[in-house]
């Protein structure tokens, strides 16, 4: 089965407009893009799409010195800081410019720290996605044996935390390890997040294990593609996600719910 994550997020996406329109206030969502750069261009462009299909406010900056001032305006929830940024700023210095009420990416120390300690409002949006589609697909992790492919503190790092929190057992490779199809192999649900074509085999999958493509990258022809060798998982997978209109677009339906939960911690309805 192809995970329908479209549908999956239109349901998502349809319950934070209903939720949205009973606010007093219009949920806002700053965007700071720093670099100009094709890839980052399209990502902010699906999320100002994604505001204003559910009738969310979305303001965009290119200075970086912006988020000193949009911190401080009322009328903004949730602030972004659009990454990569160019080499010489300090994206950590940046970032914890952010006040954790308005950090809908979830990446300040005080967030990331409440996701480790299990009471959070905002978890980062790519894992948040993915934990949304494996409800979909599974119901529980419970006891399942997950393998995670990447230790990015976007993605990586808090996917194997959150899934440590729903009592599966979780391994997390990384460029280091020994033996990943080893490893891979052994996965009830394996999620790669490395950024290379063609990474994920057929044979570094079990048959009938659920897959998530977190990998977003060009082929030789130029064509977007995940990390998984698609056509060839998809006959041994009892589910996967496709790239495009898989992983992606549930990390864009996860930003706006956790802008709209700064807006209600705004006004106090949380
Ligand atoms: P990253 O690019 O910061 O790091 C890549 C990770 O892959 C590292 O942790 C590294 O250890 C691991 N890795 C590299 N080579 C490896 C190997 N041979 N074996 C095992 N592990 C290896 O990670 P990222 O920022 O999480 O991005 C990963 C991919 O996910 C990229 O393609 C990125 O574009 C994509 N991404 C997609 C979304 C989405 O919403 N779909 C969100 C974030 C990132």
């Known amino acids: 089965m192809v995970i329908d994550c479209k549908a999956i997020s239109q349901a998502k996406r349809d ?8 606010l007093d206030i219009t949920p806002t969502l700053a965007v700071i893009l720093a ?11 699906n999320k100002r799409r994604a505001c204003e299909e559910v009738g969310f406010g979305f303001e965009m900056y290119s200075d970086i010195n912006a988020v000193g001032e949009l911190v401080t305006q009322q009328d903004v929830h949730g602030v972004l800081v659009q990454l ?13 410019q952010i006040p954790p009420e308005k ?10 720290g409440r996701l480790v300690l299990g009471a959070y409002d905002f978890a980062p949006c790519t894992p948040s996605g993915i934990m949304t589609i494996l409800d979909n697909v599974c119901g529980s992790v419970s006891g399942a044996n997950c ?10 790092k808090p996917m194997s935390i959150m899934l440590t929190q729903k009592n599966a057992t979780v391994t997390l490779c990384h460029s280091h390890t020994e033996d990943l ?8 649900i394996l999620i ?24 977003i990258n060009r082929n030789r022809e130029g064509k977007l593609v995940g990390d998984v060798c698609f056509d060839d998982v998809v006959r041994k997978a009892d589910a996967i996600t496709p790239v495009p209109g898989g992983v992606g677009i549930m990390t864009v339906t996860s930003l706006l719910e956790n802008t709209l ?6 006004v106090g309805k949380r």
């Open 181 to 188: 199809a080893g490893i891979t192999s052994r996965a009830d």
């Open 192 to 215: 790669s997040a490395v950024g290379k074509a063609g990474f994920v085999t057929a044979n570094m999958v079990k048959q009938d294990t659920i897959v998530i493509d977190v990998g």
């Open 147 to 156: 393998v995670v492919i990447g230790r990015s503190n976007i993605v990586g």
């Open 261 to 266: 939960k700064a807006a209600e911690l705004a």
């Open 84 to 96: 990569p940024l160019p080499s010489d700023i300090d994206t950590n210095k940046v970032i914890a």
């Open 15 to 22: 319950a934070i407009k209903r939720k949205a329109a009973e």
């Open 103 to 112: 950090d809908v990416d979830a990446l300040t120390a005080t967030n990331l």
């Open 35 to 45: 670099v100009d750069d094709p890839a980052s261009r399209v990502y902010v462009r």
